[in-house]
């Protein structure tokens, strides 16, 4: 392998670690669970984090794309100060049934009965977070044909090369409408038209991610 191929191998590498790393620190700061239903949803959103983990291990290049990985975390953040909204209103539905004065009740305060549903909702989601996110790890991510893939799937979009293009244009016009251009000012003209002629980005590729996050957008 390249020197330059062994340098990326261990940048995504590294981030896929700190990622797996922030993971397993957020479901930590969970408060401690006391009723039924918020111990199933804590246990559930670790096993989340831990498939996602895993799936970081076997092919760190799942951090080129975010969007999965920050929907779980944010998950699992927000599980955080949900989980005793859940306990406090789980517990003062106890307390109903179980006809307690209405004293005791009171000195719970105020309450989010929605608490429950969503904390349950929430783990919920993260396991499917999690489930995407381990369906998308490919174990062979550092093989050739992989960096392939995954160069074309970096590559900018062609909005974006025709964003650049037409701002290349633009800068170039004042020199180009001079009776005597400079060859720098036409080479940079052809260099805008090059890129406008580029097939799209990652067309080229014949297999996308298994989530089809490989394909052409």
């Known amino acids: 392998m390249a020197a330059a191929e062994m340098t990326s191998a261990q940048t995504v590498e590294q981030l896929a670690t700190n990622t797996a790393h922030d993971l397993h620190q957020a479901i930590t700061r969970l408060p401690e669970a006391e009723t039924l239903l918020v111990q199933q949803a804590h246990r559930r959103a670790t096993q989340a984090a831990h498939a996602a983990a895993a799936a970081l291990t076997t092919d760190p290049t799942l951090t080129d794309d975010w969007r999965d990985l920050d929907l779980l975390a944010e998950i699992v953040r927000q599980l ?7 306990e406090n209103e789980l517990r003062r539905r106890a307390l109903i049934e179980q006809s307690t004065s209405t004293q005791e009740i009171t000195a719970l305060g105020s309450t989010n009965p929605d608490a429950p549903q969503w904390l349950d909702a929430m783990s919920n ?26 160069s074309a ?4 979009t062609q909005r974006l090369l025709e964003e650049i293009a037409d701002r290349l244009r633009h800068a170039v016009a ?30 080229s590729v014949d297999a996308p ?9």
């Open 209 to 217: 991610r298994p989530d089809g996050r490989g394909e052409p957008q």
């Open 80 to 86: 955080a100060p949900l989980t005793p909204q859940a």
């Open 174 to 203: 004042p020199a180009l409408a001079l009776s005597h251009p400079t060859p720098q000012a036409l080479r940079l003209a052809n260099l805008a038209d090059q890129i406008t002629a580029m097939p799209e980005a990652g067309a």
């Open 125 to 150: 989601r993260a396991v499917e977070v999690a489930q995407r996110i381990a369906a998308a790890a490919r174990p062979d991510w550092n093989t050739a044909g992989r960096i392939r893939e995954r």
């Open 153 to 156: 799937r970096l590559l900018p």
